[in-house]
């Protein structure tokens, strides 16, 4: 069964270093997002990107974060200046429709900045 | 303030008992419910439901969508220790694509 996929499992970087989250969405899917779960906390939504552009951002999702799809299969996301606050896990999702109705996540990515 | 509100926060039950899992949301531009079942990482889909007291079945589980009084139950019977996980309840609302705002999830331990 197709699944998406995300690299690495768990990255640990000091703060003010950048970090690039990887993640390969299911492959006839054509809608991509990314969330984030601080520790004890509820997911939150960070960005939804379609067609090679983003469709929409959270508060979170600010200067320090950008997203790209270099080559038709990875989905990355960047943040360029880690911050202690952005310690969570990072999971990416993606979706066949518009809609996002049914929206598959991968495993996640925990980041810890120290 | 769009929100997402999950109860119980947790719950302890027996095998062979039958829970029911409660969330209630308030947001703008309602698209859709889903349940995910979280257990060491990624939350896996389980239900998505957008039209009111339709429900939706999977085996042991299953789900209804309530819009009038906006609110949706997860229903898990005859529960097995593969069962012991964290549900989490997300509402798909907004614009251009379908965010999801998610509850803080259930906590359910399932004992032998």
């Known amino acids: 069964e197709p699944e998406v996929t995300q690299t690495p499992s768990h990255q640990v970087t000091q703060m003010g270093q950048e970090v690039i989250l990887r993640c390969v969405p299911i492959s006839n899917h054509l809608y991509f997002y990314w969330y984030r779960q601080i520790l004890g906390q509820k997911v939150e939504f960070l960005v939804s990107f379609y067609n090679n552009e983003i469709s929409e951002k959270s508060e979170i999702f600010d200067d320090q974060f950008s997203v790209e799809r270099p080559d038709g299969s990875n989905f990355t996301l960047k943040i360029r200046s880690t911050k202690l606050e952005d310690s969570a896990m990072y999971f990416c999702?993606?979706?066949?429709?518009?809609?996002?109705?049914?929206?598959?996540f991968g495993p996640g990515t925990r980041l810890t900045v120290t | 303030e769009d929100k997402v509100v999950q109860s119980p926060l947790s719950l302890v039950v027996h095998e062979g008992d039958t829970v029911t899992l409660n969330c209630s949301y308030e947001?703008?531009?309602?698209?859709?419910l889903l349940w995910y079942k979280q257990e060491k990482k990624a939350p896996t889909f389980l239900f998505m439901l957008t039209s009111s007291g339709i429900e939706k079945k999977s085996g042991r589980l299953s789900s209804i969508l309530d819009k009038k009084e906006l609110f949706s139950i997860l229903n898990i019977t005859a529960t097995q220790t593969g069962d012991s996980a964290i549900y989490l309840c997300a509402v798909g609302y907004g614009g251009a694509t379908n965010k999801l705002i998610f509850g803080t999830g259930t906590l359910l331990a399932v004992q032998p």
């Open positions: 999702a993606s979706s066949p429709d518009r809609l996002g109705n049914e929206q598959y």
């Open positions: 947001v703008t531009n309602f698209r859709s």
